[in-house]
């Protein structure tokens, strides 16, 4: 197998024969947020609190099952793989205390990738910090370091967590996010990224917490990335790159006025308190606070809701007995009491907020901190100790910055920052779809736009129409790499994640097998990503044990592309023995010896759904409700196993796939191929062009399709021996019914009740 090493040249991917690189790729997998000893999903809290003594050894899923997980997605015609794993896999036992046992099973689950030919980036993640804070990450042991006792986040509201709420069937879809605003993780991730500005009294084993917290972080991820580095054949070969921490949150960190809730927070579900309120109920006072809604058009207040811990706070007591980790606390920090009392931002004896504006400028400079200072000062500061600490070991890295979401990227353009060797990763979710799981087809928002202040009037950022939603989605998408661009420099940005719910109009498609609307949300976003011509995405998500009944296992989400409850997109059987006509073209056929492929010739596409009942790869929590499971569908597979260019001899112009028309046009400023091994090569997916049912033009040269496996897997690819100067693709395959359904008077009325409320007439606004 030729060289997997990825070089960026100008901006963009090549491989080492000068050919670009598009990276199409998948968040693998889910799984990997969850322990696998003890099994505890979201939903359970029974072992839940015994977070010292979680392993993470089957994740993302059993290596014996690796090959099964990663042809499927080679089949889907992914070649890339965000690997998602957390810190909390790496170090639950305590500080410093390093699984040995996940790092191997990992280091064997990539060699397993390493034969499918996959380019792999690391992604250390995190959901609101912890799954102790109702999210992902960090280990059990962080949370007691920063003197909070997760086993009161419960009463006080510090931190609404599926596992400890009171129904867990009844959990609210997407509350867990709020979690960013409520006093655990907004706590944390301002001792995470400015405990030395803000919380100087925090010292533990001789340095404020954010020293310990991020050196703790750092090491871990430097120490699974020397494991890989000693493996010997996986780093660049296979491993790319490394992702700085997902989706960091700045905390309390540039907060005006902690009594209000501020402008910026787009996201109010449930209960909605300020920050002044969380620190109140976090010390065991009662409040009353507001609680919200997601509509349409964003958040809408419902009422109010009396929060009453009745005495229980979410600190830790002060006879709490540290010995357990063998940290020692400062004699200054005391337990038992709110470190924000403190540090003088309030009176626990009168409950008066005596500094609102504490977090609001730098304590030292009288720097304002709003978003962007705060990404170009904290989190700089914190994503160059970790690029360098992976660069120490793996040397030729390719570093993923991501920095807040939708926030506007770092100013280190021309700095000593702008780092050849660096991509942007952002990302982006269609976020009225995701909350209100439904997709609307009649109207949609232009968040980016909002976001950056371009309509003078929240009402003008309305698109109407699905054609127009489209639209909008590509140039939100196109403004976020220009942004990059305009920001950070010429570097490739690779979406690392964006995806739809497939929980969608109350798991009506489970019930029906109709995944027409998740078709179209799932076939807009991938029209967005391939029209804003980014260098590469990877979509979210796959989960091995995604079902109907409890989706991604992980608070209520339901985003994987792969269910068990589901079929798998039909495509034609694997040949067993070399075929002469299995390569259309216009070439000469010719017969070519062909290896088998040993996993492949046990795991073809016509026995591959009697496989997955294997129980080792199955869901051990199989969906109970007959509803749900009485119309297995394809997952709406037709709308993200598509056609795109896999590697181009020169720059592409743009390319499309109309899923209507089934359609899929590629242009590129072509240059000449280094040897005719080194074509331009197009996946080109046998559900949507099957032999001798689709027809291909192209401006000059010759073509061939074949399906092959020289990775394994067998892959219908589409080779093009081009000319020079600008050239055209254009495939025409077979035309599914596909999107059918049209908006609703609901969506319609919906939309009119928003204009009304918005005092404005859009009936006569143009369509985009």
């Not at 040995?100 to 689950?109: C, R």
């Not at 968040?447 to 699905?466: C, D, M, Q, S, T």
Request: hydrophobic share 35%.
């Amino acid at each position: 197998m030729a060289s997997l090493r990825l070089i960026i040249e100008d901006g963009h991917f090549e491989d080492a024969h000068g050919r670009h690189v598009l990276l199409r790729g998948i968040n693998v997998a889910g799984d990997a947020k969850l322990p696998s000893e003890p099994d505890v999903p979201s939903h359970v809290v029974q072992d839940f609190f015994d977070g010292d003594n979680v392993k993470f050894h089957n994740r993302p899923f059993r290596k014996e099952d690796a090959h099964i997980h990663f042809s499927r997605l080679k089949r889907f015609g992914y070649n890339c793989i965000r690997y998602v794993f957390t810190w909390e896999a790496i170090e639950a036992a305590g500080p410093g205390r390093y699984d040995e046992v996940w790092i191997q099973h990992t280091i064997d689950v990539l060699r397993t990738a390493k034969d499918y030919g996959f380019y792999i980036f690391m992604d250390p993640h995190q959901d609101v910090w912890s799954r102790y804070c109702g999210g992902s990450g960090a280990p059990m042991w962080t949370i007691y370091a920063c003197g909070l006792n997760p086993q009161s986040f419960a009463a006080t509201e510090a931190a609404i967590v599926h596992n400890t709420y009171p129904e867990p069937e009844n959990f609210p879809k997407m509350i867990w996010s709020t979690n960013y605003y409520r006093l655990a993780a907004a706590t944390i991730f301002t001792l995470f990224f400015a405990g030395r500005d803000f919380a100087p009294k925090c010292i533990i084993d001789g340095v404020n917490i954010q020293d310990y917290l991020q050196g703790h972080f750092v090491r871990a991820c430097e120490h699974l990335a020397k494991r890989i580095h000693e493996a010997g054949d996986i780093e660049n070969d296979i491993v790319f790159g490394w992702e700085s921490l997902n989706e960091p949150s700045r905390g309390m960190i540039g907060h005006v006025d902690l009594s209000v809730i501020p402008d910026e927070q787009k996201l109010k579900k449930g209960t909605c308190p300020t920050l002044w309120q969380a620190i109140l109920t976090g010390s065991g006072r009662a409040c009353e606070v507001d609680s919200w809604d997601m509509g349409g058009l964003g958040p809408y207040k419902v009422g109010r809701i009396l929060i009453d811990p009745h005495g229980e706070t979410a600190w830790l007591p002060e006879n709490y007995d540290d010995s357990r980790y063998g940290w020692k606390r400062d004699p200054g920090w005391r337990l038992g009491e709110c470190l924000w009392a403190q540090h003088g931002v309030w009176d626990q004896a009168t409950d008066i907020l005596t500094q609102k504006n504490y977090f609001e400028t730098h304590p030292t400079t009288g720097e304002k901190l709003d978003y962007h200072t705060f990404t170009n000062m904290y989190f700089m500061a914190f994503y160059r100790k970790y690029r360098d600490a992976i660069r120490g070991i793996h040397k030729d890295a390719i570093m993923l910055c991501q920095p807040p979401t939708l926030e506007l990227p770092p100013s280190i353009k021309g700095t000593a920052d702008d780092d050849p060797r660096m991509v942007y990763a952002p990302h982006y979710y269609d976020g009225i779809t995701l909350m209100t799981k439904k997709w609307n087809r009649t109207w949609n928002v232009d968040v980016i736009g909002v976001l950056r202040g371009r309509y003078w009037h929240p009402a003008f950022a309305i698109k109407i129409g699905e054609t127009a939603i489209r639209n909008s989605f590509k140039e939100q998408l196109a403004a976020i790499k220009k942004e990059g661009q305009d920001y950070m420099g010429n570097h490739p940005c690779i979406l690392t994640e964006f995806g739809i719910p497939y929980d969608m109009d109350d798991k009506q498609a489970y019930k029906t097998g109709d995944y027409s609307s998740q078709s179209a949300a799932m076939d807009a976003n991938h029209f967005a990503v391939e029209g804003s011509l980014m260098e590469g995405y990877t979509l979210w998500l796959y989960s091995a044990t995604n079902d109907h009944q409890r989706g991604d296992q992980w608070n209520g989400e339901d985003l994987s592309i792969f269910s068990v409850d589901d079929q798998t997109l039909p495509v034609s059987a694997v040949p067993r023995t070399p075929d002469l006509n299995q390569s259309t073209s216009s070439l000469p056929k010719a017969a070519s010896a062909r290896q088998e492929v040993e996993d492949e010739t046990s795991v073809t596409p016509t026995n591959l759904k009697d496989t997955l009942t294997n129980p080792s790869i199955s869901s051990q929590r199989p969906s109970t409700d007959p509803e749900l499971t009485n119309a297995p569908g394809y997952r709406a597979a037709e709308a993200y196993v598509r056609p795109a260019p896999i590697v181009t001899n020169g720059p592409i112009i743009d390319y499309v796939f109309n899923l209507k028309t089934c359609e899929f046009t590629l242009n590129i400023e072509g240059t000449k191929a280094s040897s005719d091994d080194f074509p331009t090569t197009v996946f080109l997916p046998e559900y949507h062009f099957p032999k001798e049912q689709c027809t291909v033009a192209v401006s000059s040269g010759k073509w061939e399709i074949s399906t092959d496996d020289e990775e394994r897997t067998w892959v219908p690819k589409l080779r093009w021996w081009h000319d020079e100067g600008k050239q055209s693709l254009k495939v025409t395959g077979l035309i599914r019914p596909h999107n059918s359904l049209a908006g609703t008077t609901e969506e319609a009325g919906y939309l009119e009740q928003c204009q009304n409320s918005y005092g404005v007439d859009l009936k006569s606004c143009n369509v985009m």
